[in-house]
């Protein structure tokens, strides 16, 4: 008896299902026994996002549903880039969940939703813990509707003051279809 199987197996099946777009890498679930090949593949999806003659300057990290890894890719890519050297700010722009940059205080956190409300500076809510470590930017409060916060020039605004004091900013999103 033969069983086909589900899924997607590899990088192949991925490119058959969409050939104009180019492939930067498969990153695997990070398990205890996966962390090698999970750091492998951070590298490599690096290397495909930085080593290229025009390197984006931002990296937007998403998925499909919560609990799928993106914070997890989002920090790990953080950490690799400055590990290399650059300056990386990482953004929590999932106000919804707001756990993945949060310290384990109870203190609240000020954040991305406070700096599009205008309420605090940009400088008040970045969070430096020291020079060894990628300097944060916390999704705050998600007071009100955050899509529509997201949605406000002055989101524009902030990552262009941003991206003058940063090689590579990473922002962690919204799972695409939480609604």
Do not use: C, W
């Not at 192949?12 to 777009?21: A, G, Q, R, T």
């Not at 106000?95 to 203190?107: E, N």
């Not at 955050?146 to 902030?158: E, G, H, S």
């Amino acid at each position: 008896m033969t069983t086909q199987a589900r899924g997607l197996l590899g990088t192949n099946d991925i490119e058959l299902m969409f050939p104009s777009l180019p492939l930067l890498g498969m990153i695997p679930i990070r398990t205890k026994a996966m962390i090698p090949h999970f750091e492998t593949s951070i590298e490599q999806l690096l290397n495909s996002l930085t080593i290229v003659d025009d390197p984006p300057r931002s990296i937007m990290i998403t998925s499909a549903l919560p609990s799928e890894g993106k914070t997890t890719t989002a920090r790990a890519l953080a950490d690799a880039a400055f590990r290399r050297g650059k300056k990386v700010l990482l953004v929590d722009a999932d106000m919804r969940s707001a756990r993945a940059l949060k310290p384990k205080t109870a203190v609240p956190v000020i954040g991305i939703g406070e700096v599009l409300r205008g309420e605090v500076g940009l400088d008040k809510a970045i969070i430096r813990r020291n020079s060894s470590s990628v300097p944060m930017l916390p999704a705050g409060s998600g007071r009100g509707n955050p899509t529509r916060l997201m949605a406000l020039p002055a989101l524009a605004d902030m990552m262009q003051q941003v991206a003058s004091s940063y090689d590579l900013i990473i922002v962690d999103s919204p799972p695409a279809m939480v609604g």
